[in-house]
């Protein structure tokens, strides 16, 4: 990735911060894509769109986070976002592209932030190694797989990496490449 010497820009200051990781994007009309996975009510993706990110599509199991999502950012006029109120884990990568009208390589951008009460610090011992969320991460890098953006954004918490979690830590690993 290049970054913009801000030097070099004179006058001229980039605004937004995907001028500075997309150099090739910044130079076209079009604002980059981006989707955003487990959105919640929003925020990751309001954090996009304030970068300059549209997020084309969103996916959300809880109705709840939905309605919030679709009142904040989409009734509001803030996004013109597919919402994909859906179970993740039951939402192909292929139809969730298909019906939002992406093919591989057109988000730039891929949010996300799974569940982590299963690699939460506040297990203890051997708990939440076979905590049925855990596997929601590697669905997320199912979609990294297939909508091949040019980065990406998980967020989770730092008990994801402790050795008790080492095949969930190779697993990701495996389908991010």
Not at 23 to 32: E, G, H, Q, S, T
Not at 41 to 70: M, P
Not at 131 to 147: G, I, Q, S, T
Request: proline share 7%.
């Amino acid at each position: 990735m290049s970054f913009i010497d801000p030097k070099k820009l004179g006058t001229k200051r980039p605004n937004l911060f995907w001028e500075m990781a997309l150099p090739d994007v910044a130079c076209r009309d079009a604002r980059p894509k981006g989707v955003d996975l487990f959105a919640g009510a929003g925020g990751f993706s309001l954090g996009a769109r304030l970068a300059g990110i549209d997020i084309v599509a969103a996916v959300e199991k809880d109705k709840h986070a939905c309605t919030t999502y679709e009142w904040n950012l989409i009734h509001s006029g803030v996004a013109n976002t597919r919402l994909f109120s859906e179970d993740i884990l039951k939402l192909d990568p292929g139809k969730f592209m298909s019906e939002a009208g992406l093919k591989p390589g057109e988000c730039q951008v891929l949010l996300g932030g799974p569940p982590c009460q299963g690699f939460s610090a506040h297990r203890l011992n051997g708990s939440g190694i076979d905590d049925p969320r855990n596997k929601l991460l590697l669905r997320y890098f199912e979609y990294v797989r297939a909508l091949r953006p040019a980065f990406f954004i998980v967020e989770n918490v730092p008990g994801m990496l402790w050795p008790r979690h080492k095949a969930y830590v190779e697993e990701f690993r495996r389908l991010a490449i």
